[in-house]
């Protein structure tokens, strides 16, 4: 099912300064202080491509994405950017450690190009739909750029783990890359250019169904854009990076909802309405909820809530039947009890999405909202079940750590 391909990357040279001061985390990420910060570490810095400065001037001749097209070609000019002498996959991990604990985790994959396929084929799956806004930009720096520079994120799945096997077997030497992200995740990456081996990972790879953690617009931008432009060599592949969904460094993190500027909410009746449909507890601290969680419980829906001039974490648990915390959360609360319609979380009217417990409790805590549904981490079996099935997920649902980053590999199309 999966067609997988090497290919030809421009890579950062030497002459380029350190890598750290290069790349980038993926473009919907990185923050104005971020990209501020980016600008002033390197005049090659990629953020001066995924998501350079906007000016007042700035007009259909000279903008953002014109700016990024002349960074590209001057950077290949000058040999900042130096193409791949013969085409390869590239094995690649991610070493880490979670933001709030529990250990340190390696997730094993490789680079590659893989053909794009609309998701009727059933090839590639998604698991949340997408927004036209960013599809709309990203098409922009594509039509003027012709390259990615950031890969699309694809699980697949291979319980035996086989194609991990051939990744370590190739992953001997010393590797070609290596840095060091402004989170701690330390990101290596290795050369595969034989093609006998090449060959063997894409035969391991040509039987599995490809589903879409990270870069849904980007999958789709790639895939209008292939359309628009037949043409164009390579505009049918996107460059991806592949993991196995059963590898154990295979981490998502919970994206908690934290809800402000509802006016005349009744806050103080809240956990009686709530006690109508939950079972409701109150607890003294984040860590009793997180205490609390450490015991699985797959059975049961268990979200937190921290309201405003209230003290007390509350815990809501009842039976899933089969469905997600957050679709209950989203149904039932958001939508149910607080009035949030679905256009309002598409605009992120009233909710705003935030990683970390504590962070989402301090925005209660210091009167910048009105209460933070807490709640855990989406389990990958549940990711793949929905999204196998044809279904989707609400929005926010999954934030796998750590991102990937993007500059490691190039790709250019056309070439």
Not at 34 to 46: D, G, H, I, K, V
Not at 240 to 248: G, I, T
Not at 261 to 278: K, S, T, V
Not at 358 to 375: C, F, K, N, P, Y
């Amino acid at each position: 099912m999966a067609r997988i391909y090497p290919f030809q990357p421009y890579r950062y040279s030497a002459k380029a300064g350190r890598l750290e001061d290069l790349l980038t985390q993926p473009y919907d990420k990185i923050t104005p202080e971020m990209q501020a910060r980016y600008l002033e570490l390197s005049p090659y810095n990629l953020v001066r491509v995924e998501l350079g400065p906007r000016y007042p001037d700035d007009d259909a001749a000279h903008n953002v994405y014109t700016r990024a097209a002349a960074h590209l070609s001057e950077w290949i000019e000058r040999g900042v950017l130096v193409r791949e002498s013969r085409p390869a996959l590239f094995a690649c991990d991610q070493e880490f450690e979670l933001p709030e604990g529990g250990g340190r985790f390696v997730r094993k994959g490789f680079l590659g190009l893989g053909a794009l396929e609309e998701y009727e084929a059933g090839v590639v799956y998604r698991h949340e739909r997408t927004l036209s806004a960013p599809k709309q930009d990203r098409m922009e720096l594509l039509e003027q750029t012709r390259t990615v520079c950031g890969p699309i994120f694809m699980l697949y799945p291979d319980p035996e783990g086989r194609v991990e096997q051939l990744l370590d077997e190739a992953c001997q030497a010393p590797p070609i890359a290596e840095v060091r992200d402004e989170y701690g995740a330390l990101h290596r990456l290795w050369r595969i250019a034989e093609p006998d081996r090449i060959a063997v990972i894409q035969r391991a790879m040509a039987d599995k169904k490809l589903l879409i953690a990270d870069g849904h617009h980007r999958y789709e931008t790639a895939l209008a854009f292939g359309k628009r432009h037949p043409e164009l060599a390579g505009a049918d592949k996107a460059m991806m990076m592949f993991v196995n969904l059963h590898s154990p460094g295979l981490k998502i993190l919970a994206t908690h909802r934290v809800i402000a500027g509802l006016e005349n909410f009744d806050l103080a009746a809240l956990p009686a309405r709530l006690r109508e449909r939950f079972a409701l507890g109150a607890l003294d601290s984040l860590e009793q909820l997180r205490a609390a969680w450490a015991k699985p419980e797959p059975a049961k829906a268990r979200i937190g809530l921290k309201l405003a001039r209230d003290r007390r974490v509350y815990l809501l648990e009842k039976e899933r039947g089969g469905r997600l915390a957050l679709e209950i959360l989203h149904a039932e609360i958001i939508h149910g009890l607080l009035g949030i319609t679905e256009a309002d979380v598409r605009e992120q009217r009233f909710l705003r999405y935030v990683r970390g417990m504590e962070a989402a409790a301090s925005a209660v805590e210091r009167g910048e909202a009105q209460m933070a549904w807490l709640v855990e981490p989406v389990a990958i079996e549940d990711v793949a079940r929905i999204a196998f099935s044809g279904g989707v997920m609400p929005q926010k649902s999954t934030d796998f750590y750590p991102k990937l980053l993007s500059g490691l590999t190039i790709y250019r199309l056309g070439e």
